[in-house]
């Protein structure tokens, strides 16, 4: 196809449309839609949108309009004149067009917009007359054409960068603020039409001398301008840092929107409004919007007035007073609910609507898929699927993962927080480790956490990084946050698997626990007892106590989840450590636990005795020290797995083995050094050198998980014993129960050959004593070390289920220390080295390999070998995909992940169909 | 095949010969080459030998002879007879026989024999007749009989365990020792015939009563039993544990051998004898042996009598007196030579043979290849080659590269050893983690080392573990031992590298630097300046000072590489870090350098004003403190690259980026803080919290490498500007350079086009200052991340070449931390859950399997990608091995392992010819 014969301008009005809502990529979501508004019979002021396409041309021919485009323009000029019966340039009956950018996806605020293209001193006269001598009107318009057109193309565009560093826009602005200081004049609307022309007249002469050329006098050259500077937008700093952040290509480019111009603001018979279709707070099914009466669009949108509520059902109950268009104009209010219907019921969704009344004539400017938090999201999903607007497929996929999981947490209120950082309240960034809000008093120690929270008095531990010592007061305090550590450190796991609100890692505070007192780089210094509020979903912390707002499950909930499960292939487990999470897990739909850290009872509440035990089994040296600790050790392990498992009534419950390196638990402070040595029989030094002697360079990749079950068997036998016994006990009383035993940190399958004759062996005995015939248990093994991943096809030869531990895997696969990935991490996703944080998202391209590798070769060896994956990674939406895509069997996540992990997997699986 | 059909037994002797050399997987090698000999019509006593297959089929069908094999027993048995004209069992003329074990590869000493098979109380008169009367001789083999038989036959193999714990061996011994006693007799030979008499009798009524049956008196019973029995040694605890440790599969099975007896016991006209083809210790071409008149072999082995020079070549200058059997049986010892003549041409390799002479008649009982050191067999290789007894392939082939690198260090002198360790001032057992051997004064400190050095004292650097400020001291020390640490330690990596003896991981010693003593489990305490001596190649440490040997390279020595590298297709680079150990690397056959360690210029010797400037570099926090830290650093980087480039004249060089993690350079002691501190313009808390910041959790997965270039790149470019502006310089003076610098620890293709462009920018410039149009050089990584592996092709569009860093590469495909996994590593490899450390020896299946994948799709992207391996395992045989099958382009080891690496990379080539 040669060049003139591409199609650069694609008309919309009464008589011709040739766009449509489908053709967002090349008419951009703006262009589109006008479109589509048109071709619906609605009215839309007639005008012409500049492909995508085009814009790319241009740049491709060093930023010059393609040589096809002057003549599609004029032809589209034509056609627009035909319509309005005005002439572009025309003196006595002019059109006045306004030139729009309009990407595919919407970057609100990024690109540039020129209005009122088309008055020149010639057509101003013509202007007047038409719109009724309002000479004040056209003056002002004009004024603003000037303002805008001068800072967009003439300065911007042209690339004129000030000398003195003050745009054009703003000597104009203060040439307007002085004038209305000489009239006494509040508001623009206060000056008189001479004032407005002698300061158009003063503007064009400033222009004129600050940019080195006259304003343009001729219509066509204005429409030129504008386009080429709207084209230029696309490349301009903001619109492309926009970019950046959201992770949109560069080389899509921007269509550009030329439409006839209509005024909302030609007297008290005109107005102009922003509406939604359903309330976009709340979702609920009525017409909400805002309206101002003798407006511009942008006068709305700015907030220099307070817009008018657009009917009585959605006044602001503080002031009940204003008028609504509803009552002011009816007819026209009418008007638009039989548009707003006929909208909602072509696009079945709902709309975020623009319109302009222009002497008592309705047209419609703009209408677009409108934005919703969480809770509205998932009303009007589940509304409009019983109003059957749209079918059960598409309501599961209209609530995004994040927007479920954000219904299941408290927040800060958001309004709380806009005002908070209005007002320089704001105290620091951090990384937004665990979800929701949280305020409470400062506190500095696990022991004042739970001192406060004994007595009542919600508290924020702030802590240089959290360690397992933490954790009683990390239940205790309402949020936590850190200084240090990434969105995988201890403080991070911890709290997201709790749900509990974290900001970790906020670099830029100096904690000093001696002064108990803690410093932001401004040098605002907060002490033990002063209030901060965190907005655990965001990462930002704000000075004293906000308030929070709370949306808790309902109806609506359970028919969206219940409909997203009948699409979803992929179990969810939940991770659970505690008969307790276990409940909670299975309240939130998960069909398992997939994955119970042994270790984590050492962490918890009432964890101080088994805590001790397992201090003495670490730093016993003879077998019989260790064996004394571990018996004294297995009631609790035990207690706890019996417990959970009763809860769990004959769900799969995995129970991981003992997995951290042991240095974790070995404790710090004399006085518990000295008990455990005096209950070892063992002096303190003794128990020093004991703890230096566990110390390791690299723990991650140290004496831990399955390499402890094989230089200790005893340790498996425990734990082995404690299932086992407790799934014995509890079929005895009649409960079923589905252990399945995973040997964590595995790299080669004869490891697995040694802890499965233990657990063998184990079994045996516990058969023999409880008099059972079956004891029905699975043993697998987690696939968490590269070289497991690589030899699954033999690791399946012993494992009967694989459960992928992408933490793990992650951090081994690209030798990422999480503890440490900080210092480097940040630097290589803001270069785009990495598109992702590996340890959020699973990175398919490398990771995946190894996991894609390790299901095909391990269900060659085992074709029954159930799969899973859990970590953090497992409740997060695209690897949700990526597993479902794989067809694994399950995924794990902590207990509040579940839900939106059942949805990720039920989009998954309708995505896939499609 | 039926089994009756199976043929067991294979038949050596004059007339009949079954087997031959070729069927030592059957026969057993003993067996093998019985028949051999026989079959080149040496003088071999006829026998037959019971097959390996008979003997699994013996344990599969619980311990039973197959159904075969009592047939084909008798028919070897009347064969036997035919040819030596006695009879088994026989009255007049009795045949007597030996039994003995022999498996597919020698097992010295860990099976069982039984002679005089045949002596029963039926078949005493006519030996008595057949040996002249010689009754005390009769009833000597009767008692030895008893002894073995009783002890092998009806105790071992009958699984009795004596109650009183005293076996029915050492109860007859006692009465032996009572007897000799009562006679007045110093040994054996001094007991009269009625004594022995008496004896035998005393020893059948105590087996009798000892073990519960008769002394079979029956000559096929005590040859069934005697069979039975060595049968059943192939399982006895002895036989197990050597198979376990040298790695022999338990279903190999052993052949029996069962002998006519000949004695060399029977007067002076009778005697035993071991002799080697060549001399074994130095590989001269000389026969070399021992002999002793009138006794059976085991005298010899045992060490009773002092043995015998075989001829006047061999004699021990230090008893000169003795008399050889080339003076006291002229023509026996003729035709010994002619034999040794014939069965080397035959074998074409050093012999390893036994002989006995009963009555002047010489008897073959033994032949193999023999065990020799590293310097004989590089000489024999050498000469039998230039004798055209062998070939070149076959000469490569002869020596190990263990060898070899044996060859290339002084070692503590075997006999001191042998002797130190006797007289129990062995001390302590390591990790034989540094070539050679080492003497010399205990020294604490690196300062203390430096100062020994200095005074031209050797010295021993005794340390808990080392780290790179002991880099000095340890430079300076004659040998390193530490307490903690594995074969990848600290110590040993440098070590190793360096070629210096060090025994690493001395888990027993306990040191109190401040005592300056450092004690061993036993409580023996040294103190700084006792003496120490390691042998580095065992790991073992003596007490005191201890002789060394010394064995430089030779002519044989050049003429053996120099055959070996005909064979070689793999190149050998060279780890060189210095200008020194560059020109050591060339001198021992390096092909290039292959690891070029930036880092290493800060450990050794004049390291001092580097480090300070690195650590001024590290501990930096505005980029205006990095920049100035940086150009000072610059001169001492661009020194080192530039005298190494000069060193290696075109020969290819690749320089690795700064690679550790940073903290492993911040200095610990106050004065070196303080003195940084001054430098930079910072308080001395403050160098310390910044010190602190810089810790990591897991710094083998931290900051370091690649991540250091990007989040810091000007390191990248000064280091780029030291390689190139070297180069052109060098240039200028007409000096070739080949440098490839190598970006180390990626994980994305995204690395590498970060830091190619900070290279290209810097290369323009530096082409630019130059005047040179070409300055050539290669860009490459290391692949020692597993996703680097994974996504090699996409790598390869950036890198030029790969070096797989096997080391980090192991760590994380393994997840075992080198410095921690000494806690559990040694129990994988004791358990055979890891049948090789894969620290020495590349792991195959796994590692190996990324390795595999990664040459492939790099080679598909690229298919002139350069490959080669650099790390610990570069030096490896195995390691080689699979690098040469990988089709590789190179290896790259310390200069110390070049010479073997070559060898290895030889024996490779023709291995995988043939």
Request: charged fraction near 25%.
């Amino acid at each position: 196809m040669g060049k003139n014969s591409k199609k650069y301008v694609y008309l919309f009005g009464k008589s011709v449309c040739d766009g449509n809502a489908g053709m967002k990529n090349l008419l951009g979501g703006k262009g589109a839609n006008l479109a589509e508004m048109a071709k619906l019979g609605l009215p839309v002021p007639p005008g012409f949108t500049i492909t995508t396409e085009c814009c790319a041309d241009y740049f491709a021919s060093g930023m010059r309009f393609p040589s096809g485009l002057a003549g599609q323009l004029r032809l589209a000029l034509d056609n627009v004149e035909r319509q309005t019966g005005l002439g572009f340039g025309d003196r006595d009956r002019p059109l006045l067009l306004s030139c729009r950018s309009g990407a595919r996806s919407s970057m609100p605020g990024m690109m540039e917009t020129v209005l009122n293209i088309g008055l020149t001193t010639a057509t101003i006269p013509g202007m007047i007359k038409m719109t009724g001598n309002n000479e004040r009107f056209v003056y002002d318009a004009y004024r603003r054409l000037i303002m805008m057109y001068s800072d967009v193309v003439m300065e911007k565009a042209a690339g004129i960068v000030p000398a003195d560093g003050e745009g054009i826009r703003r000597k104009l602005d203060l040439r307007l603020e002085a004038l209305k200081r000489r009239r006494h004049a509040g508001t623009d609307a206060e000056l008189k039409a001479g004032d407005l022309k002698a300061l158009c007249e003063e503007f064009k002469s400033i222009v004129a001398a600050e940019l080195g050329r006259p304003f343009p006098d001729d219509a066509r050259e204005q429409l030129e301008g504008g386009v080429d500077a709207v084209f230029k937008s696309w490349n301009g700093p903001k619109a492309v840092s926009y970019r950046r952040i959201e992770n949109i290509p560069d080389d899509w480019g921007t269509a550009v929107n030329v439409q006839t111009m209509v005024f909302g603001n030609t007297g008290n018979d005109s107005a102009t409004g922003v509406a939604f279709t359903r309330d976009p707070a709340t979702g609920d099914n009525r017409f909400y919007g805002e309206w101002l009466a003798n407006a511009q669009g942008e006068d709305v949108v700015a907030g220099v007035r307070t817009p008018n509520p657009l009917n009585s059902g959605c006044r602001n109950p503080h002031a009940p007073d204003l008028p609504t268009l509803e009552a002011e104009m009816p007819e026209i209010y009418r008007e638009l609910v039989a548009i707003r219907n006929k909208l909602e019921r072509h696009y079945r969704d709902m709309l975020d609507i623009e319109f302009t009344i222009q002497h008592k004539k309705l047209y419609m400017l703009q209408c677009r898929v409108g934005k919703r938090g969480g809770a509205a999201a998932l009303k009007m999903a589940v509304d409009m699927m019983e109003e059957k607007l749209i079918n059960a497929k598409t309501a599961v996929l209209r609530v995004s993962p994040a927007q479920l999981d954000e219904l299941l947490h408290p927040i800060l209120d958001p309004a709380a927080e806009k005002s908070a950082a209005a007002s320089g309240r704001f105290f620091a960034d951090g990384l937004p480790a665990g979800p929701g809000g949280a305020v409470g008093e400062i506190v500095f120690s696990s022991s004042a956490a739970k001192a406060a929270a004994a007595a009542g008095r919600p508290c924020i531990l702030v802590r240089e990084e959290t360690n397992p010592e933490d954790v009683e007061g990390m239940r205790a305090a309402s949020g936590i946050l850190t200084a240090r550590g990434g969105m995988t450190s201890h403080a991070a796991l911890v709290c997201r698997g709790w749900g509990k609100c974290c900001v970790a890692g906020a670099g830029e505070l100096a904690i000093d626990e001696t002064a108990q007192t803690v410093s932001n780089a401004a040098g605002k210094t907060f002490k033990a007892g002063d209030f901060l509020s965190l907005n655990g979903s965001s990462g930002r912390v704000y000075c004293g106590a906000l308030a929070t707002v709370s949306r808790g499950d309902n109806r609506d909930f359970k028919t969206f989840m219940k409909t997203a499960d009948k699409f979803r292939k992929l179990a969810v487990r939940a991770n659970a450590d505690t008969p307790e999470d276990a409940k909670l897990a299975i309240k939130l739909g998960a069909s398992g636990i997939g994955l119970f850290r042994t270790e984590h009872m050492f962490y918890g509440n009432n964890s101080e005795k088994p805590l001790f035990a397992l201090r003495k089994m670490i730093l016993s040296r003879t077998d019989a020290e260790r064996r004394t600790a571990i018996d004294e050790l297995f009631p609790y392990v035990k207690a706890a797995i019996k417990n959970t498992l009763k809860v769990m009534k004959g769900l799969p419950v995995t129970i991981r083995f003992l997995d951290p390196p042991l240095h974790e638990f070995v404790p710090h402070d004399a006085g518990q050094q000295k008990e455990l040595a005096d209950a070892i029989g063992i002096g303190i030094e003794e128990v020093r050198r004991r703890a230096e002697l566990l110390k390791e360079c690299n723990p991650m990749m140290g004496h831990r998980g399955v390499r402890l079950g094989i230089t200790f068997p005893a340790i498996t036998a425990m734990q082995t014993k404690a299932v086992l016994e407790s799934a014995a006990e509890l079929a005895a009383d009649g409960i079923k129960c589905r252990p399945e035993l995973m040997i964590p940190v595995t790299c080669d399958p004869k490891e697995l050959v040694d802890q499965k004759k233990i657990i063998a062996e184990t079994a045996d005995e516990v058969r023999r004593k409880s008099g059972l015939k079956k004891l029905e248990f699975k043993v697998g093994t987690m696939i968490e070390v590269p070289r497991a991943a690589l030899l699954a096809g033999e690791m399946a030869v012993e494992a009967e289920f694989f459960s992928f531990g992408t933490n793990d895997l992650t951090q081994l696969t690209f030798g990422f220390s999480r503890d440490d990935a900080g210092s480097f991490l940040n630097r290589y996703l803001a270069s785009g080295i990495l598109a992702e944080d590996p340890f959020r998202t699973v990175d398919t391209g490398g990771v995946g390999l190894l996991i894609r590798h390790a299901v095909k070769a391990g269900r060659k060896t085992r074709p029954k070998l159930k799969t899973g994956i859990c970590g953090e990674q497992g409740g997060e939406a695209e690897t949700i995909k990526f597993c479902h895509e794989l067809g694994l069997d399950y995924v794990s996540c902590s207990p509040f992940r579940v839900p939106p992990a059942r949805l990720a997997a039920a989009q998954a699986a309708i995505k896939k169909k499609k």
